[in-house]
T-cell receptor, first 114, second 113 residues
Framework: KAGVTQTPRYLIKTRGQQVTLSCSPISGHRSVSWYQQTPGQGLQFLFEYFSETQRNKGNFPGRFSGRQFSNSRSEMNVSTLELGDSALYLC?????????????FGEGSRLTVL | LAKTTQPISMDSYEGQEVNITCSHNNIATNDYITWYQQFPSQGPRFIIQGYKTKVTNEVASLFIPADRKSSTLSLPRVSLSDTAVYYCLVGENYGGATNKLIFGTGTLLAVQP
């Protein structure tokens, strides 16, 4: 079974630009969640999508948005990039139903904002 | 929201048993306790999850006292490859919802030969 795939793995942007990151979950998984990881703040929850609907949201500004498609693939977008947005963005998938504790993470997209 | 407290770092030697304790004083009735392992430049990997008492799988054991205000991850006979950051998470997982899942700063376990 293929794991969670995130693209691109690395990218460099400049302040003010916007970026879109993609996540393909494990086949059959309907829940996709996104996390931001930085040395200073650690791993922080951004949002979660289930069956194309945002089910949960963390405490990030509106510049961070996401969506999920009918095939469960998800994208997250960050507009008007700031230097502080430089981070490793991780996507995780799960079945999204029942009591499940196992999130399957991708290897992440490392974003550098100059 | 339940918040967890873990030691920032721990040192061990190969072959030893390592116990990492996590405090979660404000754990709620519906919260589960989950541990993840993360290597540099990789996403976290699920280790074990429990609600109460003891849970054991092929790689670790999780001990949870009756009051559930803390938990201990036990790694038997660690090797160099167990050097990683270990996160304790407390959150409601019913329905697969990841709401309120907070990753703390984690514990950096350094295993030496």
């Amino acid at each position: 079974k293929a794991g969670v795939t995130q693209t691109p793995r690395y990218l460099i942007k400049t302040r003010g630009q916007q970026v879109t990151l993609s996540c393909s979950p494990i086949s059959g998984h309907r829940s996709v969640s996104w996390y931001q990881q930085t040395p200073g703040q650690g791993l922080q929850f951004l949002f979660e999508y289930f069956s194309e609907t945002q089910r949960n949201k963390g405490n990030f500004p509106g510049r961070f948005s996401g969506r999920q498609f009918s095939n469960s693939r998800s994208e997250m977008n960050v507009s008007t990039l700031e230097l502080g947005d430089s981070a490793l963005y991780l996507c995780a998938s799960s079945s999204g139903q029942g009591v499940t504790g196992e999130l399957f993470f991708g290897e992440g997209s490392r974003l550098t904002v100059l | 929201l339940a918040k967890t407290t873990q030691p920032i770092s721990m040192d061990s030697y190969e072959g030893q048993e390592v116990n990492i304790t996590c405090s979660h004083n404000n754990i709620a009735t519906n919260d589960y306790i989950t541990w993840y392992q993360q290597f540099p430049s990789q996403g976290p990997r699920f280790i074990i999850q429990g609600y109460k008492t003891k849970v054991t799988n092929e790689v670790a054991s999780l001990f949870i006292p009756a009051d559930r205000k803390s938990s201990t991850l036990s790694l038997p006979r660690v090797s160099l490859s167990d050097t990683a950051v270990y996160y304790c998470l407390v959150g409601e997982n019913y329905g697969g919802a990841t709401n309120k899942l907070i990753f703390g700063t984690g514990t950096l376990l350094a295993v030496q030969p």
